[in-house]
């Protein structure tokens, strides 16, 4: 069971923008760096954003993430049908000495 | 960039113990540059963090499978191996070998492998 709660899905037109929430809590995403990652169907999940905010290198700055206490966002503008995946926020849990994922969201482009 | 390539049988027994290699190139595991990582996901849910080992030799494991996980690496083929015993149905998933990066007091999984899927049924 994810520690982490995100919305089941999200959707927008394309060229829109989408946000994804991340629900945590102090021993989680309160006191420790958020990771985001997308898995487009069929394949393995790829890094989006790291410490919290941070994009790798050649990711398109139409993704962002933020923190704000115990709560991660992730967005995405300009919103694209490449963009049909799952998302998934992910961070270390403190009290559990764990690695933990959130429920995942799936984006969809209408 | 680092490549991951996971490899082992497709079908366990139920109570057997799954194993799988996890062969990486493009870096040496020696090198410290990151530490090593298993996650798994069950068909049409969500990931699970397995565990992780550091070239250190300290591991962290997820307190729901600690008891049945050993990540441990090979530095003289370069690869990452995860077993897990007593396996169930449960255990049923795509395994996926991941490498992580530490950036200051931030740890996560930075490149995946493409992730084997193993079966347990008799």
């Known amino acids: 069971q994810s520690v982490l709660t995100q919305p089941p899905s999200v959707s927008a037109a394309p060229g829109q923008k989408v946000t994804i929430s991340c629900s945590g809590s102090s021993s989680n995403i309160g006191n420790n760096y958020v990771t985001w990652s997308q898995q487009l169907p069929g394949t393995a999940p790829k890094l989006l954003i790291y410490?919290?905010?941070k994009r790798p290198s050649g990711l398109p700055d139409r993704f962002s993430g933020s923190k704000s206490g115990t709560s991660a966002t992730l967005g995405i503008t300009g919103l694209q049908t490449g963009d049909e995946a799952d998302y998934y926020c992910?961070?270390?849990?403190?009290?559990?000495?764990?690695?933990?994922f959130g429920t995942g969201t799936k984006v969809t482009v209408l | 960039q680092v490549q991951l390539q996971e490899s082992g049988p497709g079908l366990v027994k139920p109570s057997q113990t799954l194993s799988l290699t996890c062969t990486v190139s493009?870096?040496?595991?020696?090198?410290?540059?990151?530490?090593w990582t298993w996650i798994r996901q069950p068909a049409g849910k969500g990931l699970e963090w397995i565990g992780r080992?550091?070239?250190?030799?300290?591991?962290n494991y997820n307190p729901s499978l600690k008891s049945r996980v050993i990540i441990s690496v090979d530095t003289s083929k370069n690869q990452v191996s995860l077993r897990l015993s007593s396996v169930t149905a449960a255990d049923t998933a795509v395994y996926y070998c991941v490498s992580g990066y530490c950036s200051g007091s931030d740890c996560y999984p930075r490149y995946w492998g493409q992730g084997t899927l193993v079966t347990v049924s008799s």
């Open positions: 992910g961070t270390w849990d403190s009290s559990l000495s764990a690695y933990v």
């Open positions: 493009g870096v040496s595991i020696s090198s410290g540059m990151y530490y």
């Open positions: 410490d919290n905010n």
């Open positions: 080992m550091f070239i250190s030799g300290k591991t």
